[in-house]
């Protein structure tokens, strides 16, 4: 049973908009949070992360958001740019030694 | 760069044949993971390691086999590969502390399987 849902497959944005990236959880013992990006051919690789005892994080046009009563996450990514296409994944970090869960995953495409 | 190298990247057997695929590391990291990539399911944990000979299952290892012998190289072995198992397969190795565990992973560039 998926502990980490990306309940939207796809997000079409066009350039210069904010593209909104949404993660819902299950399990109240995940204790970090994390985005990676994915284009075709190559491994994951990591974006951004919060911590459960925060509730936001930014890092340049990246910020990510924790809302932990409604067991939520989101990445807004402003001003979105055509290079921002990609597959983004996002992950929960569970108790044991580090291992994470990820979504299905969100294909962004951003259009000029 | 992270130092993780996947071989070999692109494999095409049959169904029933043994199948190992490697991961090696340059950079001496504790933990280290074996994913796999399926449309519609994202990345899920087949098997991991947190130190030399200590390794554990994750949500899909029926199927799969792993070792590690040395710190560098985590192994994962398909015993009789079967179509289910054709997909993408990423290592991971993690960054992190001994107590909380990893934080940050960094992927390989993945090795496609193709069972027919």
Redesign the interface.
Known sequence: DQQVK?NSPSLSVQEGRISILNCDYTNSMFD?F?W?KKYP??????LI?ISSIKDKNEDGRFTVFLNKSAKHLSLHIVPSQPGDSAVY?C?A?GS??????????TQLTVWP | DAG?TQSPRHKVTETGTPVTLRCHQTENHR?M?W?RQDP??????IH?S?GVKDT?K?EVSDGYSVSRSKTEDFLLTLESATSSQTSVY?C?I?L?DNY???????????SRLTVL
């Open positions: 990306q970090y994390l990676y051919a190559e491994g994951p690789t990591f992360s994944f992950a970090r044991t030694l580090g291992r994470l869960y990820f979504g299905r995953g | 993780i933990y993971y994913y519609g399911h994202g990345l899920r944990l991991y947190y554990d994750g990423f991971a993690g992190g909380s565990g990893a934080n940050v992973l960094t992927f390989g560039a993945g």
